[in-house]
């Protein structure tokens, strides 16, 4: 899978969840959307081009805005739960 393939079913996913999903939804949607953008302009400007390297970079933008405390603890349960679902298969 390309890198603007995997970028691409990413935000289709979370577009999804701004559709038609609830309040709560709807921010770990937005918010997961501005990490996954983040993480493929930071993919493209060091040059990683592979879906895992996309993945990475939004793991570690996600630990560190839940280390600098940037969410409630309900907020980082929604944003968390909504990546991994995102990410299934």
């Avoid at 890198?3 to 577009?15: C, F, H, V």
């Avoid at 937005?30 to 400007?45: D, I, M, Q, R, S």
């Avoid at 980082?76 to 298969?89: P, R």
Wanted: net charge negative; charged share 20%.
């Amino acid at each position: 899978m390309s890198k603007a393939t995997y970028q691409s079913k990413l935000m289709e996913k979370l577009d999804g969840f701004v559709e038609q999903g609830t309040s709560d939804q709807l921010f770990a949607a937005e918010y997961l959307h501005g990490h996954v953008t983040f993480a493929t302009a930071k993919c493209e400007n060091i040059g990683k081009i592979y879906p895992h390297d996309i993945k990475f970079q939004v793991v570690n933008s996600l630990r560190d805005a839940l280390v600098a405390n940037e969410l409630t603890p309900q907020k980082q349960e929604l944003v968390l739960s909504m990546w991994d679902a995102i990410n299934k298969h």
